[in-house]
């Protein structure tokens, strides 16, 4: 469960502290300590606090300029001016033993446009900031958090509610992401159709995420490289059946794992005890389905037929011989496919080049057919309807500032990059 949920996070109420006793204020009037927030304790057991303050106002256009760093003393006041176009000036500060004090988050804000509220907090190691609002007639909200100890980044999450164009009924969306967990999803609401109806369902997509990964292992090592479990995991677990649920025994029976690295190659983990084909009709046979997108899914409208411009490809990967098969929209481009056997002849750990494009949208599914006269089971990335772009995963694009996806004991684990901040620049930067 995210760190937010299962927190007691504490209020922006504090222990006020006089100005002149706060050294982060000294030559920097106006300023003033408005509260501490006990942010619980790093992995050596020491505590950590983080220090809210207040510097005054000034004028909108220069308080911009330093939004993301330490505000300096010049063109600042302790009071709003009348009849100008100012800001609040206030920082956050990490104070922990032995250590240099470091910016968390500096802002100006005015309280005009679509933010209509904001807060902070802090507890078990973690920093976080949440803003909230409304947009077109739309509330909204965003939440970001970082661990403090080390520096790392940690989550995200978006929320906004809109009114039904057809039914009046308010509906949710969002989106979300957790860097400890690498992973994340999002949500639609049934889109208003220009028929006047909406359409049927929600959309729960997962992301799937891209992320840089070893030299070697793309080189060569990923065929005796598996995917981590559980905690450091850096891929997608394929979790929807599509198709006989009730026929699948359990993960060796048929499973399927996915990560998408640079380079536009797929790398895949397909776990299954008992390998059909090749045989004379690849539909008997275990397969793979791709399918690869152009457009982001989360953006698309599930209302009426897709676009040209908005259709999936689709190739068909027989696991017995990493033969491929042209499938729905009839793609021209080919695949390149590399294959290596799990150890004990459980499945096979695959590469698959994917054409030269960026796709936004990718979807995989495993066809099982235990008994090699057609498929028993489908499992999927995503809730996938065939030829429907909107049902795809979206891809997640992980920057390797952010993660990277690392070899340690012999399995692919995912490893959070120590954010790298001077102490007078923020890690929290505002877009």
Known sequence: MHVAQTLLWLSLAGQPSAPQTEPLCVNRAPCALLNVLPAGQDARGVSLSVKHLSLGWMETEAGTRFVGQKFTASGRQEHKAPGKAQCEVREWWLQQEGKADQLLLSLCGDGQGAVREETASAGANHFIYSQSGVRRNA???????????????ASTIQRTQRISRTTKKEKSEGETWEFDKMSGEVVRAPSDCRSGTESSTERLLPYLPKLQVDAAYLGGGWKQTGFRRGEGECHLVARTYLQGEDKVRDAQDASLRVLLVPDNALMLEVLDEKVTGPSANW??????????????PQDLSDCGPPTDDQAPKQWLIRLADAKVFPGFGAPEQALRVERAPLPGKEGYRLKVQLPPGLFRGISVVYNDSDGGKGTDSRIATSALTPGRPETLNPVYFIRPEQASCSVRDGLLTAVRTEIKAMPDQAVLQMQ
């Open 139 to 153: 509330p909204w909200s965003i939440d970001r958090s970082i661990q403090l100890s080390p520096l790392l980044p």
């Open 283 to 296: 539909h008997d046979d275990d397969h793979l389905e791709i399918w690869l997108g152009e457009q982001p």
